[in-house]
């Protein structure tokens, strides 16, 4: 299917990405990922948007689980991009939604009627059992939002990163992958400068990847860092600086 990359894939274990972008806003949008993770019969979605995108979404997902399935909704954080179409989801399906405590409070503004839906992740994140494996929600507080979490696929080995990672109008962006990370570096270094709130919160976070095994890093927006690609991204990304150590040129008073 056009838009949509099977990232992993064993007897019982596999996670698609799917890049559906809201046709109406194209043109000034970011290119959007959204992602899946099935084992046996039941299934996780990450960050699945707003609500442009809401009906081609459900359509791609079904053609891998029936919807009905889904286990769990995670919202890396409360951006529209990420959380736009909570309300449709929690119509669609009977899952429960999971997102850091911070933000529960406003997904009514999106619409979200039923509160008794959601999982309200504490800061120091969480480690569910998903099937044989495991699922873990790592702090990424204040890259960019300030209640963030990333989420580690034991079995995959994936790490879906949210906006961390994320590279804006970089040609290796229409190949899916990072092949030359120099190149790719300029892209990154707009968005995160800008994005990212300080790096002693990027050397956290880091801190806490590190301690797992990360076979893939999959942004939010943009393209993929495997293996290699991955540790070249956790080096740099340790040492950007945000928007602390640019604080007198932002303010420019
Ligand atoms: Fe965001
Ligand atoms: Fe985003």
């Not at 979404?57 to 889904?70: C, F, M, S, T, W």
Request: charge should be negative; hydrophobic fraction near 40%.
């Amino acid at each position: 299917m056009k838009n949509e990359t099977l990232l992993y894939e064993d007897e019982s274990h596999k996670c698609v990405m799917f890049s559906l972008e809201d046709e109406e806003h194209k043109e000034h949008s970011l290119s959007v990922n959204q992602f899946l993770i099935i084992q046996h019969e039941s299934a996780i979605l990450i960050d699945p948007g707003s609500g442009g995108i809401f009906g081609e979404l459900y359509d791609a997902v079904a053609r891998h689980i029936d919807p009905g399935k889904i286990k769990f909704i995670f919202f890396s954080h409360q951006d529209p991009d990420v959380a736009g179409a909570i309300a449709e989801w929690s119509v669609a399906t009977s899952a429960k939604l999971i997102m850091s405590q911070l933000w529960t409070r406003f997904m009514g503004h999106y619409g979200l009627m039923d509160m008794g839906r959601i999982i309200a992740l504490e800061d120091h994140g969480a480690r569910i059992k998903f099937e044989h494996d495991f699922l873990q929600f790592i702090p990424a507080h204040f890259l960019h939002s300030p209640g963030n979490f990333s989420l580690y696929d034991s079995r995959s080995k994936i790490l879906f990163s949210g906006d961390i990672g994320a590279a804006v109008l970089s040609p290796q962006n229409l190949n899916k992958n990072v092949d030359d990370f120099e190149e790719h570096r300029p892209f990154l270094e707009s968005f995160h400068g800008r994005y990212m709130a300080a790096n002693h919160f990027c050397r956290a976070w880091v801190k806490c990847v590190r301690k797992y095994e990360v076979a893939m890093i999959a942004p939010q927006h943009g393209s993929l860092f495997k293996e290699e690609m991955a540790h070249h991204f956790l080096e740099w990304f340790e040492k950007v600086e945000g928007g602390y150590e640019h604080c007198e040129e932002l303010y420019g008073c």
